[in-house]
């Protein structure tokens, strides 16, 4: 099956720290992979690099079916509509509802009339289960609610991939949960991810495969089944026993 993002060989610097060095990544439409690592191991980077928010020093990127590294900015920017991005750290508008935040791409850059964007983000953040909240503000939600927010928000640009990079790093425990689970769900349904996080029992759970980076290198990549086994390269198992411990 052919890739729905295939990306070769990246490299990436800052200044001459080779944060990236040589990493292959590739996902197909429908799967769900984790990528897990110690801190500093490039895993943030490289979602960054996928989605051209951060430009590569070499290597290729191929998202559906195009070479996309080195596009023009203008370009990028187009491109990022098709891949939906979920950092640590919400970013909602402050000064907007729910409803709102989730409105504002599909008006702003798709130029769907506001009625229907506001249709769209009621629909969108039922689906995150929060039908509750459609006219709260940022500051009246909890970490959680307002990580659902922001992915409801992606999904309102209908990403064919969604890129999380650590949606759960920032939040008190007891709202971990409801994030993951909306997660699932969407993986459930056929939704295209790339989840990095140190959450492991959502990669067993979610996970189609799983990818260890260390030291800006793919270290190891298997099945969701394969990966969590005492066959995986001892590098991996040793990370596995830190995070059970």
Known sequence: MTPLLDAAA????????????GVDVSVTRGECLVVLGPSGSGKSTLLRCLNLLEPIASGSIVFEGREIAGLPRKHAAALRRRMGMVFQNFELFPHLSTTDNVAFGPVRVKKRPLKEARELAHELLCKVHLPDKLAAFPDELSGGQQQRVAIARALAMEPALMLYDEPTSALDPETVG??????????????????????????????DSVM????????????????????APERVVRFLRRMHA
């Open 178 to 207: 409801d994030v993951l689970n909306v997660m699932q769900e969407l993986s459930d349904e056929g939704m295209t991810s790339i989840v990095v996080t140190h959450e492991l029992g959502f990669a067993r759970r979610a996970a």
């Open 10 to 21: 990246i490299w990436k610097s800052f200044g001459d720290h080779a944060v990236l060095q």
């Open 212 to 231: 260890f980076m260390d030291a800006g290198k793919v270290a190891h990549r298997a099945s969701v089944d394969a990966f969590f086994t005492d066959a």
